[in-house]
């Protein structure tokens, strides 16, 4: 007979929608796993990613992430490097390598996005993703590059040559069109976000409690419904 606490468990389904080059999507991860350890024997999570385009209109060669980011927020160098340095400090209180932050390119990652949904099928998702944010925010590297994708490949005991399969061809690229569009559709303007049993969204990087809290409220609410 299984004991109380296991059988009171709920399961909490929760899509995350994020982006590699997105540093509160690596540090909104972070804070989910955070607070996925406040429910330990209290809700079980299942977490599927899903796609977002933060830079959809960045050229192929990227562009300076301050030269971007005061263009885009309209403002001064200093005013980024600050906001910059509030974001690399948050993320190595919670143990993240965000060392080369400031040094790194904005980057469209549609492609990257098509070698994801490949990894996806292999069941390597998380572990691609969370190497990409590494190589992206710990060393500044170019997320879109070939050379870097095989490599985590290998590293994941993925085919390194489906990479090149993948990327000279247009496979995935309409699932991820989709999936990019569904999302849209779903009300989701930012990243992180977090849609939680396909009808509660939750917006940005939350703190561990308070994503904690929302799922207890959730699965209060869905155990009544049921």
Not at 16 to 25: A, G, R, T
Not at 208 to 225: C, M, W, Y
Request: net charge negative; charged share 25%; glycine share 6%.
């Amino acid at each position: 007979m299984p004991n109380q606490s296991t059988a009171m468990t709920h399961t909490l389904k929760i899509d995350l929608v994020s982006d590699v080059v997105c540093p509160w999507c690596a540090i909104g991860y972070k804070r989910l796993q955070q607070a996925i350890e406040l429910l330990d024997g209290e809700i079980d999570v299942e977490i599927e990613w899903h796609a977002f385009l933060l830079n959809p209109d960045v050229p192929p060669e990227g562009t300076p992430i301050l030269e971007h980011l005061m263009h885009k927020y309209g403002k001064s160098e200093a005013e980024i490097r600050a906001n910059q340095q509030m974001i690399v400090e948050t993320a190595q209180e919670l143990g993240l390598d965000f060392s080369h932050a400031t040094d790194r390119r904005s980057w469209n990652t549609f492609n990257v996005h098509r070698v994801l949904a490949w990894a996806k099928e292999h069941g390597k998702y998380t572990g691609f993703k969370l190497a990409l944010f590494d190589a992206y925010f710990g060393q500044a590297k170019n997320p879109t590059d070939p050379a870097l994708l095989k490599q985590i490949a290998g590293s994941l005991d993925l085919d390194r040559e489906q990479v090149d399969v993948i990327l000279g061809s247009d496979r995935y690229a309409e699932e991820v069109e989709r999936e990019l569009a569904y999302y849209r559709s779903a009300g989701v303007s930012s990243v992180p976000s977090f849609v939680v049993e396909n009808q509660y969204l939750l917006a940005g990087a939350q703190d561990p409690q308070t994503l904690a809290n929302a799922f207890r409220e959730i699965a209060s609410n869905t155990a009544v419904a049921g």
